[in-house]
């Protein structure tokens, strides 16, 4: 049975083996100190923290998380540590400065198995920013657990200044800084989930900002999903993900709220979902029938909560995110520490000479590996049980996405209908693990987008790939064709317009579906004059709009202006670019969400290197996306690497087609 405990409150520890799991809500920092039979840690060496996330005895964390799983083996400590306690901060310079602004941190202390052993709620904190959750200490041979909640202002300096330890103001820096990077790397979580009155977004919004990391593969923070986001998760070279939210619908995550609603008085131009009605509660989701004794209830689709069956679906997917992300943390957590084990027994065997002789050091190392065996062994099988849940779950989720949601070989593109209204988010990909190759998250977007997109048609980071270079570009374009035919699919009628700029006309097999269907507003542009003329009309677009915006005066926009939300597709980036245009498109990236123009960049960055840094912030502004499966997506809170997998019609398939005739029909009136 658990005991909750509180502030002052200890209790007993059966187990030497087990885990402290921290639930906080948002990303915080989690850590460790060893201490000696007087409370003093003695250096640097016995602190555990992301720069240093392993110490005889505990692992930690290696960045920021909403959530964390600390290892322990306190049989394996030190025999001078006599108290361990567990710390945890708010990341400087990321959000809260202060506790009090944030839900109140949730740990507990659990066996392998999961089995809780003690669990505590930090409560009555307010400036503090840093705090001693929990202390695991030495009594009498035995351990126990006292439940702290010691919080200080100063953060991690005044902390470990506390707790004796003399360069503490170096290590917090040092700490702040690994952590910082760790940041640096990840993808934003999904949105949070908000009521429908707050869906809309006011067009006078900024641009993306720091909540918003841009996602690459060296991770420039510019916020993934859960994902998130799902995913999101870690633009440029690499993000969750989008925010698999690790909060699920949660995450997060991050960042990203859509902004405030803009109602007819401003006189705004509002590219956002029309708010539904929120007088009358939602109907309840779908309940399972009750399960066998002994049997998992089984999964139902639309499940979570939301007003509707499309949000419900949309939180739901992110909490499939969460729970794979969870379970294969756990699982690797397992395997790390079995493996740390097993090398510290054979150590301990094989440093005593008289172990060498008469098999003895065979007899140590066979027995080393049972109980690695045996451990790993266990891990595997709750992650399998895990797994089996989720593929089940799955299996019932993926046939009742919406079209928005849904691959493109769902039978719901079969009898798609134009839409009459913005969906909450778009599919674009799906995201897995090495853990669970056949088990595969929606990639799920929120909408309006907050971020252009860059398709990565280069080689740098895709070397395990067998296309060659024009094998990629072509993919890449592809890719590009299917997420737009997507957007104009999930659009009501004449609310969602896309431009193409292809100087050489190098796309033209793969623009062919958007070209026979007319869906475009124009042919493609080709040549610098092309180049040049899309550029201007849409910077054009953007300086209007914003002008407008801030003044107040939406309504003095020109009769001509076309009020839709934009896309601009751009291929085999820079050809055909000269100086002018190249700073036209990053103002294009930097300017336009927030006013309804967004970017989809076809390009391998090396093409651009002569540029060299005056586009670094290009890259770090957009998501990155590959044409094929590439694990560059990485999510803020365990900081699992994502495999990425775009969304593309199968081969043969006429969805696409069929689709694009339907938005070409239901456009032109609009065109009229």
Same mark, same amino acid.
Do not use: C
């Given at each position: ?30 850590? =460790? ?32 998380? =909403? ?22 901060? #708010? ?20 066996g392998l198995d999961g089995s809780e052993v003690a669990s505590y709620t930090i409560t009555g904190l307010d400036t503090e920013s840093a705090v001693v959750a929990l202390e695991l200490y030495r009594r009498q041979g035995a351990w126990k657990v006292r439940a702290v909640g010691q919080g200080y202002a100063g953060g991690l300096a005044e902390l470990l200044t506390d707790q004796g330890l003399p360069e503490a103001r170096r290590l917090a820096d040092s700490i702040n800084e690994a952590v910082a990077q760790g940041l640096a790397r990840s993808v934003p979580a999904p949105s949070p989930r908000t009521p429908d009155t707050d869906r809309s977004r006011h067009a006078a919004a900024s641009a993306p900002g720091p909540d918003q990391p841009y996602a690459g593969p060296q991770g420039a923070s510019g916020t993934v999903p859960p994902l998130q986001t799902p995913y999101d998760t870690p633009g440029g070279q690499g993000a969750a993900v989008p925010q698999p939210g690790y909060q699920g619908g949660t995450a997060q995550p991050d960042p990203s709220a859509v902004g405030q609603p803009s109602g007819p008085a401003t006189g705004s131009v509002d590219y956002s979902h029309p708010g539904r009605r929120t007088s009358a509660p939602p109907t309840p ?43 294969? =943390? ?15 027994? #054979? ?266 840094? #005056? ?58």
């Open positions: 049975m658990t005991a909750e405990l509180v502030r002052g409150q200890n209790h007993p520890l059966s187990q030497v083996r087990l885990e402290v799991r921290v639930s906080a809500g948002r990303p915080v920092v989690a850590g =460790a100190t060893l201490s000696d039979e007087q409370g003093t840690v003695r250096g640097a060496e016995w602190v555990a923290h992301p720069g240093a996330p392993t110490l005889p005895g505990l692992e930690v964390s290696k960045q920021a998380a =909403a959530d964390h799983r600390l290892a322990f083996d306190l049989d394996a400590l030190p025999g001078t540590v006599h108290r361990v306690s567990v710390l945890l901060a #708010l990341p400087a310079g990321a959000g809260p400065v202060r506790f009090g602004a944030v839900a109140a941190p949730f740990v507990a202390v659990t989701p779908p309940t399972a029938p009750p399960a066998p004794p002994g049997q998992a209830a089984r999964p139902v689709a639309g499940d979570a909560t939301g007003w509707s069956m499309e949000e419900r679906l949309y939180n739901q997917v992110w909490g499939m995110f969460e729970d794979l992300a969870r379970t294969t =943390a756990a699982y690797r957590s397992a395997v790390d520490f079995a493996d740390s084990r097993m090398e510290q027994e #054979l150590d301990k065997a094989l440093s005593d000479p008289r172990s060498r002789i008469g098999g003895q050091s065979d007899a140590a190392r066979e027995a080393a590996q049972a109980k690695h065996a045996d451990l790993v062994d266990q891990a595997r099988a709750a992650l399998d049980r895990d797994l089996a849940q989720l593929a089940a779950e799955a299996d019932v989720v993926e046939p009742a996405l919406p079209a928005a949601y849904a691959r493109w070989d769902n039978p719901v593109w079969h009898g798609y209908r134009v839409p009459m209204e913005i969906p909450m988010a778009v599919r674009l990909g799906d995201l897995h693990l090495p853990e669970s190759e056949e088990l595969s998250i929606p990639m799920l977007v929120r909408l309006p987008l907050e971020r252009g997109l860059w398709i990565d048609s280069g080689r740098a980071t895709l070397e395990d790939s067998l296309a060659d270079s024009d094998e990629l570009r072509r993919l890449a374009m592809d890719t590009a064709v299917a997420n737009a035919a997507r957007l104009l699919a999930v659009y009501p009628a004449g609310e969602f317009t896309v431009h193409v700029i292809d100087p050489a006309g190098s796309a033209a097999s793969s623009l062919a579906p958007l070209v026979r269907s007319g869906v475009l507003d124009g042919p493609p542009a080709a040549g610098a004059t092309g180049v040049a003329d899309v550029l201007t009309r849409l910077t054009q677009r953007v300086d209007l709009v914003q002008m407008a915006v801030r003044g107040g005066a939406a309504d003095s926009l020109p009769p001509g202006l076309d009020t839709a939300e934009q896309l601009l597709i751009v291929n085999d980036f820079p050809h055909g670019f000269d100086d002018r245009a190249v700073t036209q498109l990053r103002y294009l990236a930097d300017e336009g969400p927030a006013v309804g123009v967004h970017l989809m960049l076809v390009a391998d960055r090396e093409d651009a290197a002569g540029y060299g840094p #005056l586009l670094d912030p290009l890259w770090r502004g957009l998501l990155r996306l590959t044409p094929v499966p590439d694990d560059h997506l990485a999510d803020p809170w365990v900081g699992h690497a994502w495999t990425y997998e775009p969304a593309l019609v199968p081969p043969g398939s006429q969805v696409l087609q069929q689709v694009l005739s339907q938005v070409a029909e239901a456009r032109r009136p609009w065109n009229r």
